[in-house]
């Protein structure tokens, strides 16, 4: 009897926790969004952005507010958006620079991105592509990298933390030979590069087109029309494959960095504690608008993919790429 009674409460119990959860589901959201862009307006974050909270307010009947909160390399938005309650009505743009690369600069960053996090889907991945000017006296890759070992040495700018940050870095390490002579430490042969740091995209083109810096990484988004208009010459691009915007340019790989990727990536985050009710639903949606027509009409065109959407395997993406660059900042001693 006792045991009837047992079964009875559990089943109960259950019954309770399904209604609530349904019930819960079908009330959110009953108020509008936002979503969370950790950098300044006009970039390619923002513009990633922008393009899924138009399709994803469509789904959910809501309008979604976006939020830019520059600051940190992406850091200052991620720690904002990470105090509001875990709801589902704030939305994170996760992303290489707040997610990777923040955690390989600084240890005590204030989020875990394995852990303070439900990384629901990623939204994009692209190349970026090594530019110089057109009357650069470096015309390929090679001459480039000769320069700086034979010569003065070769500037380059960067947006710290970001994909093109990450790329140049890679290539200054990949064209080192490296003899281990102690325990952390490193005698690395190779050429003299001096970074400068920019605020932003716009700083960092423009000091490439006026000539500030010798060469810089850029996201081929951003810098593809300048290259077909003959303000900028590209050398390589920073993809396995070449990008459908240059496909005249070759890859770092061809250019003689056998297995060189670098490339800017982004994905639509909740935190943790979210209700799981709620992440399903985000979750369905969102593969509904990356499958979409005016999403797909975006992203080719301006040389993005679209990568496999879902939250396990974006979650272990993530995991992997801070793996990744945290080795590579921790070689190069990067310091912000």
């Given at each position: 009897m006792?045991?009837?009674?047992?079964?009875?409460?559990?089943g109960?119990?259950?019954?309770?926790?399904?209604?609530a959860a349904v019930?819960?589901l079908a009330?959110w959201?009953s108020?509008?969004?936002?979503?969370v862009?950790?950098?300044?307006?006009?970039?390619?974050?923002?513009?990633?952005?922008?393009l899924?909270?138009t399709?994803?307010?469509k789904a959910?009947?809501?309008p979604?507010k976006?939020?830019n909160i520059?600051g940190g390399?992406?850091?200052?938005?991620t720690?904002e958006?990470?105090?509001r309650?875990?709801?589902?009505y704030?939305?994170?743009q996760?992303g290489i620079g707040?997610n990777?690369?923040?955690h390989a600069?600084?240890?005590?960053v204030?989020?875990?991105?394995s852990?303070?996090?439900?990384?629901?889907?990623?939204?994009?991945?692209?190349?970026?592509?090594?530019?110089v000017?057109?009357?650069?006296?470096y015309?390929?890759?090679?001459?480039?990298?000769?320069?700086?070992?034979?010569?003065?040495g070769?500037?380059?700018?960067?947006?710290p933390a970001?994909s093109g940050?990450?790329?140049m870095?890679?290539?200054?390490q990949?064209?080192?030979?490296?003899?281990?002579i102690g325990?952390?430490?490193?005698?690395?042969?190779g050429?003299?590069?001096?970074?400068?740091s920019?605020?932003?995209?716009?700083?960092?083109?423009?000091?490439?087109?006026?000539?500030g810096?010798?060469?810089i990484?850029?996201?081929?988004?951003?810098?593809h029309?300048?290259?077909?208009?003959g303000?900028?010459?590209a050398?390589?691009?920073s993809?396995?494959g070449r990008?459908?915007?240059?496909?005249?340019?070759?890859?770092?790989?061809?250019?003689?960095?056998l297995?060189f990727?670098?490339?800017?990536?982004s994905?639509?985050?909740?935190?943790?504690?979210?209700?799981?009710?709620?992440v399903a639903?985000?979750?369905?949606?969102?593969?509904?608008v990356m499958?979409?027509?005016?999403?797909?009409?975006?992203m080719?065109?301006?040389g993005?993919?679209?990568?496999?959407?879902g939250?396990?395997?974006?979650?272990i993406?993530v995991?992997?790429e801070?793996?990744?660059w945290t080795?590579?900042?921790?070689?190069a001693g990067i310091?912000l």
């Amino acid at each position: 009897m006792r045991h009837a009674l047992r079964m009875l409460a559990c089943g109960a119990s259950l019954l309770v926790a399904v209604t609530a959860a349904v019930a819960q589901l079908a009330a959110w959201p009953s108020k509008p969004l936002t979503l969370v862009v950790p950098f300044p307006a006009g970039g390619t974050s923002d513009v990633m952005g922008r393009l899924v909270a138009t399709e994803l307010e469509k789904a959910l009947g809501q309008p979604i507010k976006v939020e830019n909160i520059g600051g940190g390399g992406g850091v200052k938005g991620t720690l904002e958006a990470l105090k509001r309650p875990a709801d589902g009505y704030t939305l994170i743009q996760s992303g290489i620079g707040q997610n990777a690369v923040a955690h390989a600069l600084d240890a005590n960053v204030g989020y875990d991105s394995s852990r303070d996090f439900i990384h629901l889907t990623q939204v994009h991945e692209g190349a970026n592509v090594l530019v110089v000017k057109p009357d650069s006296p470096y015309q390929s890759v090679k001459e480039l990298v000769a320069a700086a070992k034979t010569g003065p040495g070769v500037t380059y700018g960067y947006t710290p933390a970001a994909s093109g940050h990450m790329a140049m870095e890679l290539m200054i390490q990949m064209q080192r030979t490296c003899f281990a002579i102690g325990k952390g430490e490193n005698l690395c042969t190779g050429g003299k590069f001096k970074g400068v740091s920019f605020s932003g995209g716009k700083p960092l083109l423009d000091a490439a087109l006026k000539g500030g810096v010798d060469a810089i990484f850029i996201n081929v988004d951003a810098a593809h029309r300048l290259i077909k208009d003959g303000k900028l010459k590209a050398l390589a691009v920073s993809s396995k494959g070449r990008s459908n915007l240059l496909p005249d340019v070759p890859t770092m790989s061809e250019a003689g960095y056998l297995g060189f990727e670098a490339v800017s990536w982004s994905g639509i985050s909740v935190a943790k504690g979210t209700p799981p009710a709620v992440v399903a639903r985000l979750e369905t949606e969102l593969a509904k608008v990356m499958a979409s027509a005016p999403v797909k009409k975006y992203m080719e065109p301006n040389g993005f993919t679209i990568p496999a959407q879902g939250s396990s395997v974006y979650s272990i993406y993530v995991s992997k790429e801070t793996d990744r660059w945290t080795r590579l900042v921790r070689i190069a001693g990067i310091k912000l």
